[in-house]
Nanobody, 124 residues
């Protein structure tokens, strides 16, 4: 499975962005797709995940209510809509996927496939 993340950029606080993750390869066997982020000087952090089959979302408490994850199986795409951006959202965002992980898994080691990351910078 190959993943390609895109959609990052520079945005003012309060703005919105939609990140995209294009999946290719053995996508029919995916179990879960997730977004993680790594802010400058911080550890990688779970953001959200979605069941590839059912579309059920799961969010980190820190982003609940502002972030929305969704997937389009027909297009092999996963999206992360980010609203009401704050400077603390500044990070490189990565999409990750696995063929067997529980769709609510927040542990990055449970995801075998990773995209290259897309940078989100929020100015105050």
């Amino acid at each position: 499975v190959q993943l390609q993340a895109s959609g990052g950029g520079l945005v003012q606080a309060g703005g919105s962005l939609r990140l995209s993750c294009a999946a290719s390869g053995r996508t029919v066997s995916l179990s879960a797709v997730a977004w993680f982020r790594r802010a400058p000087g911080k550890e990688r952090e779970f953001v959200a995940s979605v069941s590839w089959r059912w579309g059920s979302p799961y969010y980190a408490d820190t982003v609940q209510g502002r972030f929305t994850i969704s997937r389009d199986n027909a297009k092999n795409m996963v999206y992360l809509q980010i609203n009401s951006l704050i400077p603390e959202d500044t990070a490189v965002y990565y999409c990750a996927a696995d063929l067997a992980s529980y769709w609510r898994s927040t542990d990055p080691t449970k995801y075998r496939y990773w995209g290259q990351g897309t940078l989100v910078t929020v100015s105050s």
